[in-house]
T-cell receptor, first 111, second 114 residues
């Protein structure tokens, strides 16, 4: 059974701090990893994707992938109150088309 | 910026009725998907569609569900006889390529079955 696990939170950080969101997955045959942001009542919005081990940076966001440890994380630098949302980790396994989502981590950024 | 659109935004129906949810994927995308999210739960994959046929489907996608691309722009999800447990947000997504490619989501249709 392929699963994606996230701490549901909430993770509370002050404005300007670094928020660190973590995700583990169950099977080594995974290929692609995605972070989506979801505001309450809205659809998932893509933040980043990562395919290879290591770090990938895009503006205030950094995704980190460690396939040996089956672990992917998202760092948000200089967190803003507008970053308050649920962050969804999603994985596509080899030879599949479907995104398998974690349950999401709720992030609260305090002004 | 191109985006996926969905109609209606909210659909209310009686149990046992048929509903059709509509999506217009991003115009140059070739792969289309439906997901659903029951309130307070994970986003769940239903089906993927490419070249006018289903490429993958989940256990949720039983005989009550069907998908169609009736013309060059629309992609539809039909639920033949709705059940109370079909109440959820239904998201359409599309991607340019298939396996492992980035999927972009529409705003969703909230389906309420009474």
């Amino acid at each position: 059974q392929k699963e994606v696990e996230q701490n549901s939170g909430p993770l509370s950080v002050p404005e300007g701090a670094i928020a660190s969101l973590n995700c583990t997955y169950s099977d080594r045959g995974s290929q692609s990893f995605f972070w989506y942001r979801q505001y309450s009542g809205k659809s998932p919005e893509l933040i980043m994707f990562i395919y290879s081990n290591g770090d990938k940076e895009d503006g205030r966001f950094t995704a980190q992938l460690n396939k040996a440890s089956q672990y992917v994380s998202l760092l948000i630098r200089d967190s803003q109150p507008s970053d308050s949302a649920t962050y969804l980790c999603a994985v596509i396994w080899n030879s599949s088309y479907k995104l398998i989502f974690g349950s999401g981590t709720r992030l609260l950024v305090r002004p | 910026e191109p985006e996926v659109t969905q109609t209606p935004s909210h659909q209310v129906t009686q149990m046992g009725q048929e509903v059709i949810l509509r999506c217009v994927p991003i115009s140059n995308h070739l792969y289309f998907y439906w997901y659903r999210q029951i309130l307070g739960q994970k986003v769940e994959f239903l089906v993927s569609f490419y070249n006018n046929e289903i490429s993958e489907k989940s256990e949720i996608f039983d005989d009550q569900f069907s998908v169609e691309r009736p013309d060059g722009s629309n992609f539809t999800l039909k639920i033949r006889s709705t059940k109370l447990e079909d109440s959820a947000m239904y998201f359409c997504a599309s991607s340019l390529a298939g396996e492992s490619d980035t999927q972009y989501f529409g705003p969703g249709t909230r389906l309420t079955v009474l």
